[in-house]
């Protein structure tokens, strides 16, 4: 004002006295944070304390993993751990299988696809998760631990300490007023990139004079479960032979240390899907369209095709022979259907996903696991000059198996044996990988040769549109096979309007 005078300031009021008060709060609060080792040594105390933690020298549980309403299992493991560095893992589900460290030799066996030797970072990822009661360590493994802050869990604000160094992150929350656990998380690693795990404890139990928490809800990545310690067994003492490797481990071992030994079966598999693209980009397919040629090499014809397909089981495909007609094959994803110009209109149900023969079915390809019963190794051969694993898969039910080769070089898929079924049985086929174009983020097999039969053919594409607009009228079943469909029909899954 022209004579000095000052106007009063406003008060402090609302969202700026709110912000304010906040800062002052947190300002406050960083400056009272307590050392990791106040809060890490006052979780040992409350929990048994530090003699009754080191005299344990051996633990063993039974686990099990449950949905978050209780009706399925996705994880039921004994898992037993020791201070001398020896570790076993024995699993039933999700797989039966088996992991551990036994003199510093990290391993794994799956019935599915047979034993592996851990090396590099997932050798010493193997050998950290050995450490047993770690916390009663956190000195000697984490010396440089920190409280970063505290925040609510569950609704106890508890202290995040991280514990350093850890080369997966790893953090754990304590209780400010119980000074117990209430979460902890570090990053796992898996074939689609590193996963964050997290286990919040819902309760608490104590046996032999130390408290551990009983239950655990698990989230990794978009799952989530619920984790039950069954049993819980400790031991003053551990034998390191009651740690050691199967046979089938122990001959690998010997072929790997001799530098004969070949890759697992699933380490190629899951090579070739990290080489074509990922996991991820398998996911993304919603629909499919590829239209090409078909030239039947020793006959001399050459046909038109073209394939569309969806999920649900959806897919129309049709090759059409000069001089012969169209034949042609679909399903809405609840019956399949074909129509020929010799055989006429045929439909049956379908009972499982259709081969597509030019097209790929993404579930298949990123969910092998649990499609197959076992997938074994056998040799590394030449195929057409090049150097190629050939690998034995073999079904789930019975004893029929086929061979898949993959290149050493590039990781892809190069040959495969194959089964297709007709009116006369069963027709054996080899496809072979001729050439792949990039599509979509994928490698995408744009020349496919087919022997069957005393038969010779190569399938081009020249044009493959991922996740493109389908009408869904592409998938209905023509009206001429309606009526033969209706006694297969099971429940129409086809969607409303246009899939994108």
Same mark, same amino acid.
């Given at each position: 004002?022209?004579? #000095?005078?000052?106007?009063?300031?406003?008060?402090?009021?609302?969202?700026?006295?709110?912000?304010?008060?906040?800062?002052?709060?947190?300002?406050?609060?960083?400056?009272?944070?307590?050392?990791?080792?106040?809060?890490?040594?006052?979780?040992?105390?409350?929990?048994?304390?530090?003699?009754?933690?080191?005299?344990? @020298?051996?633990?063993?549980?039974?686990?099990?993993?449950?949905?978050?309403?209780?009706?399925?299992?996705?994880?039921?493991?004994?898992?037993?751990?020791?201070?001398?560095?020896?570790?076993?893992?024995?699993?039933?589900?999700?797989?039966?299988?088996?992991?551990?460290?036994?003199?510093?030799?990290?391993?794994?066996?799956?019935?599915?696809?047979?034993?592996?030797?851990?090396?590099?970072?997932?050798?010493?990822?193997?050998?950290?998760?050995?450490?047993? %009661?770690?916390?009663?360590?956190?000195?000697?493994? !984490?010396?440089?631990?920190?409280?970063?802050?505290?925040?609510?869990?569950?609704?106890?604000?508890?202290?995040?300490?991280?514990?350093?160094?850890?080369?997966?992150?790893?953090?754990?929350?304590?209780?400010?007023?119980?000074?117990?656990?209430?979460?902890?998380?570090?990053?796992?690693?898996?074939?689609?990139?590193?996963?964050?795990?997290?286990?919040?404890?819902?309760?608490? @139990?104590?046996?032999?004079?130390?408290?551990?928490?009983?239950?655990?809800?698990?989230?990794?990545?978009?799952?989530?479960?619920?984790?039950?310690?069954?049993?819980?067994?400790?031991?003053?003492?551990?034998?390191?032979?009651?740690?050691?490797?199967?046979?089938?481990? /122990?001959? !690998?071992?010997?072929?790997?240390?001799?530098?004969?030994?070949?890759?697992?079966?699933?380490?190629?598999?899951?090579?070739?899907?990290?080489?074509?693209?990922?996991?991820?980009?398998?996911? #993304?397919?919603?629909?499919?369209?590829?239209?090409?040629?078909?030239?039947?090499?020793?006959? #001399?014809?050459? /046909?038109?095709?073209?394939?569309?397909?969806?999920?649900?089981?959806?897919?129309?495909?049709?090759?059409?022979?000069? #001089?012969?007609?169209?034949?042609?094959?679909?399903?809405?994803?609840?019956?399949?259907?074909?129509?020929?110009?010799?055989?006429?209109?045929?439909?049956? =149900?379908?009972?499982?996903?259709?081969?597509?023969?030019?097209?790929?079915?993404?579930?298949?390809?990123?969910?092998?696991?649990?499609?197959?019963?076992?997938?074994?190794?056998?040799?590394?051969?030449?195929?057409?000059?090049?150097?190629?694993?050939?690998?034995?898969?073999?079904?789930?039910?019975?004893?029929?198996?086929?061979?898949?080769?993959?290149?050493?070089?590039?990781?892809?898929?190069?040959?495969?044996?194959?089964?297709?079924?007709?009116?006369?049985?069963?027709?054996?086929?080899?496809?072979?990988?001729?050439?792949?174009?990039?599509?979509?983020?994928?490698?995408?097999?744009?020349?496919?040769?087919?022997?069957?039969?005393?038969?010779?053919?190569?399938?081009?594409?020249?044009?493959?549109?991922?996740?493109?607009?389908?009408?869904?009228?592409?998938?209905?079943? =023509?009206?001429?096979?309606?009526? %033969?469909?209706?006694?297969?029909?099971?429940?129409?899954?086809?969607?409303?309007?246009?899939?994108?």
């Amino acid at each position: 004002m022209p004579d #000095g005078t000052q106007l009063p300031k406003p008060p402090k009021s609302g969202f700026l006295a709110l912000a304010v008060s906040l800062l002052a709060a947190l300002n406050a609060f960083a400056s009272t944070l307590p050392p990791a080792a106040t809060v890490l040594d006052r979780y040992l105390q409350v929990t048994g304390g530090r003699a009754v933690w080191r005299s344990t @020298q051996l633990q063993r549980e039974e686990i099990e993993g449950r949905s978050l309403d209780g009706s399925r299992v996705v994880l039921r493991a004994a898992v037993t751990r020791t201070r001398n560095g020896n570790a076993i893992t024995e699993m039933t589900v999700p797989e039966v299988a088996s992991e551990g460290v036994f003199r510093g030799v990290a391993w794994s066996w799956t019935k599915l696809a047979g034993p592996r030797i851990r090396k590099g970072p997932e050798r010493a990822n193997a050998i950290r998760s050995t450490r047993l %009661l770690e916390e009663a360590d956190w000195r000697a493994l !984490y010396p440089k631990s920190r409280v970063d802050g505290a925040e609510p869990i569950n609704g106890k604000l508890s202290w995040r300490v991280s514990l350093l160094p850890s080369d997966d992150g790893k953090m754990e929350w304590f209780d400010l007023e119980t000074g117990l656990l209430t979460k902890k998380s570090w990053w796992e690693a898996s074939t689609s990139g590193p996963v964050l795990v997290t286990a919040t404890v819902e309760s608490w @139990q104590t046996r032999n004079g130390l408290s551990q928490p009983a239950v655990y809800r698990m989230t990794r990545a978009d799952m989530e479960y619920r984790v039950t310690i069954l049993s819980a067994a400790y031991s003053k003492t551990a034998q390191a032979d009651a740690f050691r490797y199967p046979e089938e481990v /122990a001959a !690998y071992l010997a072929q790997d240390r001799a530098g004969q030994a070949l890759p697992n079966a699933e380490e190629i598999i899951e090579r070739h899907i990290f080489e074509s693209g990922g996991a991820a980009s398998y996911r #993304g397919i919603k629909t499919q369209r590829v239209t090409g040629t078909l030239d039947y090499l020793t006959r #001399g014809m050459v /046909a038109r095709t073209e394939v569309y397909s969806a999920s649900g089981g959806r897919y129309y495909q049709a090759v059409d022979v000069p #001089g012969m007609g169209k034949q042609e094959e679909g399903s809405n994803g609840s019956v399949i259907w074909e129509r020929s110009p010799i055989l006429g209109p045929r439909a049956r =149900p379908r009972r499982a996903l259709a081969g597509l023969g030019v097209t790929l079915d993404a579930a298949e390809v990123i969910g092998w696991r649990y499609l197959i019963g076992q997938a074994r190794t056998e040799t590394l051969e030449k195929v057409d000059g090049r150097d190629c694993y050939r690998v034995r898969i073999t079904a789930k039910k019975g004893d029929s198996s086929i061979l898949r080769w993959y290149e050493k070089s590039t990781g892809l898929l190069y040959r495969s044996s194959v089964s297709f079924k007709s009116d006369m049985g069963d027709v054996p086929a080899m496809l072979t990988y001729e050439g792949w174009r990039q599509v979509a983020g994928l490698q995408w097999p744009v020349k496919i040769r087919v022997a069957s039969a005393g038969q010779d053919m190569l399938f081009t594409a020249d044009e493959v549109a991922l996740n493109s607009t389908i009408a869904s009228s592409m998938f209905d079943i =023509p009206e001429d096979v309606k009526k %033969l469909a209706e006694p297969h029909a099971e429940r129409t899954s086809t969607t409303p309007g246009d899939m994108e």
